[in-house]
């Protein structure tokens, strides 16, 4: 299968396919249409992409995080650091629009006891 077939068989988004070759990380193996191979281990690849975009990574920590996999096992715990923060930094995130959803809900509750 080629990658442009890979990406119609699991609807990959377009960007996340030239992120993959961008990033270098498609073997230049070429089919017979000219198009690269997709193995089983690109698809686990670009699957990787997709969740990294999906939880919020930005291309650069991406391409950081998609090195470290390079790395194999004596880089799992630079791995768990990078999700770790990202997790830190989302949580944020949520606590900064919980405060924001409170501090609206105490409006509409003063406008309310108006109407009252």
């Known amino acids: 299968m080629t990658i442009?077939?890979?990406g119609k068989q699991y609807k990959i988004p377009?960007?996340?396919?030239?992120?993959y070759m961008?990033?270098?990380l498609a073997k230049n193996t070429k089919g017979m249409s000219g198009d690269l191979e997709c193995e089983?281990?690109?698809?686990e690849i670009l699957n990787l992409l997709i969740l990294?975009?999906?939880?919020?990574?930005?291309k650069d920590e991406v391409k950081v995080y998609v090195q470290a996999v390079a790395g194999g096992k004596k880089t799992v715990?630079?791995?768990i650091r990078m999700l770790n923060q990202k997790r830190e930094e989302m949580l944020k995130e949520i606590h900064c629009k919980e405060g924001q959803v409170d501090r609206l809900d105490y409006l509409r509750y003063?406008?309310?006891k108006q109407t009252t």
Do not use: P
């Open 52 to 58: 990294l975009h999906e939880s919020g990574f930005e």
């Open 40 to 43: 089983e281990k690109d698809l």
């Open 110 to 112: 003063e406008l309310q």
């Open 14 to 19: 377009v960007d996340i396919l030239q992120e």
């Open 4 to 6: 442009t077939e890979a």
């Open 22 to 24: 961008t990033l270098g």
């Open 77 to 79: 715990r630079k791995r």
